[in-house]
């Protein structure tokens, strides 16, 4: 439901935005690489809910994290490639870092690395340690604002939820029931520059 609002938020801004010459998910070439961030703020509300069911969550390096008591924990994830077009809905966006997720109670552990933002699915992915298989994690949601400054493309989310797969895997692996489909962590700003 939230990518069909954003479809309609991007339908009505494409009308304004300037045509630049990102025509596509083209390759990027190694020339220039692609730039950018995806941050992260995950709410106090989110926090506080986490601790008293033990469970802790740590950005793991190159993600840079960031505490205020009054708007949470903010984890900036550098842009390391992807060749997408936001407003197009399709491609995808690769960040740097990862994220440790810990049970205290039961002392059950799992660490994501490769994160990914599928465009085309609106989700962001992200593979397990010890495996291969990317595992839908956290979901745009809300009010999504989607932009495009010369080359460079934006969103912004009100909103970013658990994914039912993620909330599966999790609860699974953590031995929990913490973790539940469309519950939401905090809201997502993402840059993307495209290599050329």
Known sequence: MARSRAR??????????TVTGLSGAAA??????????AVITNDAT???QAALKGILVVPLQPAAPAYDSTTGLTTTFPVTGGAANIPQFYGDVNLGGGLLFVNLANGKSVTFKQLDFHVDTWQINAVPVGGTTSVALLDPAGDNVI??????????????????AGAQYLDAKLGTSFFTEGQSVGSLALTFTQGS
Do not use: H, I, K, Y
């Open 147 to 164: 932009g495009r400054t010369g080359t460079t493309q934006n969103l912004s989310a009100s909103s970013l939820q658990v994914d039912a």
């Open 46 to 48: 989110f926090l506080a």
């Open 8 to 17: 309609l938020a991007a339908a009505g801004a494409a009308v304004v935005l």
């Open 28 to 37: 990027a070439d190694a020339a220039t690489p692609s730039t950018g961030s």
